[in-house]
T-cell receptor, first 113, second 115 residues
Framework: AQSVTQLDSQVPVFEEAPVELRCNYS??????LFWYVQYPNQGLQLLLK????STLVKSINGFEAEFNKSQTSFHLRKPSVHISDTAEYFC???????????WGAGTKLIIKP | DTEVTQTPKHLVMGMTNKKSLKCEQH?????MYWYKQKAKKPPELMFV???????INESVPSRFSPECPNSSLLNLHLHALQPEDSALYLC??????????????FGEGSRLTVL
């Protein structure tokens, strides 16, 4: 069985500062990794995914995440955040054998002006 | 703009009412999902349809009844709900129907309040 841990429930950061949202997972099989973002009063949107290949994946809005197999991590980073990045960020994993995404508890990114 | 459309966006109902939530997607995806999300929590899987057939029911109470009339539509019929069923109900679709990468496309959700 898989599990996902997002240790930080909230991350406050000043605008234009860098940020890292941490995600660790456990699994006995190969997994696919995702970051979803949920803006206030909206549904979830896929931000990034790692399926195979390059361990560093990037989004169009400046976020990136690196798959680290030895540390079983998939941390999300952005070098300079904007007020519009205020949202809840969920890390999720899925395995080849089933439909289900296993979700982390979420991290609320709070941007301070 | 989301390509998964959910209606209504907000719904208030009493415990004796019958109502339905609707979801529509036109991306040609053959897997569709219902999730329930409580405030400040990750979404919880309720049902999965694959090729219009129910493939997963996560032990959801029978007061929630899903229906998939065709490959583009997904309904969730609600009857005799409890106040603790108040939540955001999210519909999602996926191009993957046989396991593998779980990339989901979500609608904006229907916020349900049960009085």
């Amino acid at each position: 069985a898989q599990s996902v841990t997002q240790l930080d429930s909230q991350v406050p950061v000043f605008e234009e500062a860098p940020v890292e949202l941490r995600c660790n997972y456990s699994s006995s099989v190969s997994v696919y990794l995702f970051w979803y973002v949920q803006y206030p009063n909206q549904g979830l949107q896929l931000l990034l995914k790692y399926l195979s290949g390059s361990t560093l994946v990037k989004s169009i809005n400046g976020f990136e995440a690196e798959f680290n197999k030895s540390q079983t991590s998939f941390h999300l980073r952005k070098p300079s955040v904007h007020i519009s990045d205020t949202a809840e960020y969920f890390c999720a994993v899925s395995a080849d054998s089933n439909y289900q995404l296993i979700w982390g508890a979420g991290t609320k990114l709070i941007i301070k002006p | 703009d989301t390509e998964v459309t959910q209606t209504p966006k907000h719904l208030v109902m009493g415990m004796t009412n019958k109502k339905s939530l609707k979801c529509e997607q036109h991306m040609g995806h053959r897997a569709m999902y219902w999730y329930k999300q409580k405030a400040k929590k990750p979404p919880e899987l309720m049902f999965v349809y694959s090729y219009e057939k129910l493939s997963i029911n996560e032990s959801v109470p029978s007061r929630f009844s899903p229906e998939c009339p065709n490959s583009s539509l997904l309904n969730l019929h609600l009857h005799a709900l409890q106040p603790e069923d108040s939540a955001l109900y999210l519909c999602a679709s996926s191009p993957s129907t046989s396991g593998g990468p779980g990339e989901l496309f979500f609608g904006e959700g229907s916020r349900l309040t049960v009085l």
